[in-house]
């Protein structure tokens, strides 16, 4: 039976139990990550425009970025000259809008992508986590995910 005050402890908290999983998920990559030479927000931006390179949006731009990775242009935008700095990525202004600004890789962007598989398959190897549990894992936080942004 709940104590009258159990609501408000830490370990009952599931804002906590996200937030202490995300680091630990994030620690857990750091080597993988290392050997890639990214952060783990880098990691990300690379995984959406690899998706991209096999089906890009109409307009491929750190705006669309932004909106798929929930960032703001303040944190893209170093973030992006740090992954055109060491060749990965190529941004160019819209000729029509010049607010707008594209993104696209560079040949050593796409080739990145051939590292990351291997590397990623012996992360997930090395942890021993069931495979089916984390698929339902990610099936329940996409639905979380659309409930809580469904109130705001």
Same mark, same amino acid.
Request: hydrophobic fraction near 40%.
């Given at each position: 039976?709940?104590?009258?005050?159990?609501?408000?402890?830490?370990?009952?908290?599931?804002?906590?139990?996200?937030?202490?999983?995300?680091?630990?998920?994030? +620690?857990?990559?750091?080597?993988?990550?290392?050997?890639? +030479?990214?952060?783990?927000?880098?990691?990300?931006?690379?995984?959406?425009?690899?998706?991209?390179?096999?089906?890009?949006?109409?307009?491929?731009?750190?705006?669309?970025?932004?909106?798929?990775?929930?960032?703001?242009?303040?944190?893209?935008?170093?973030?992006?000259k740090r992954l055109e700095q060491i060749?990965?990525?190529? +941004? +160019?202004?819209?000729?029509?809008?010049?607010?707008?600004?594209?993104?696209?890789?560079?040949?050593?962007?796409?080739?990145?992508?051939?590292?990351?598989?291997?590397?990623?398959?012996?992360?997930?190897?090395?942890?021993?986590?069931?495979?089916?549990?984390?698929?339902?894992?990610?099936?329940?936080?996409?639905?979380?995910?659309?409930?809580?942004?469904?109130?705001?």
């Amino acid at each position: 039976m709940s104590q009258p005050g159990d609501s408000l402890k830490l370990d009952n908290q599931l804002c906590f139990k996200l937030y202490a999983a995300s680091r630990a998920v994030i +620690r857990a990559y750091k080597p993988m990550l290392d050997q890639l +030479r990214l952060t783990y927000p880098q990691y990300l931006a690379m995984l959406v425009l690899w998706e991209w390179q096999d089906a890009a949006p109409e307009q491929p731009t750190v705006k669309a970025l932004g909106e798929r990775l929930a960032l703001d242009s303040g944190t893209l935008t170093p973030l992006l000259k740090r992954l055109e700095q060491i060749d990965l990525v190529q +941004r +160019r202004r819209s000729a029509r809008d010049e607010r707008e600004v594209h993104l696209s890789l560079t040949p050593a962007g796409q080739a990145l992508r051939e590292q990351v598989g291997p590397l990623k398959g012996r992360l997930l190897c090395d942890s021993g986590v069931d495979l089916d549990r984390l698929n339902d894992l990610r099936a329940g936080l996409d639905h979380l995910l659309g409930q809580i942004k469904a109130l705001t």
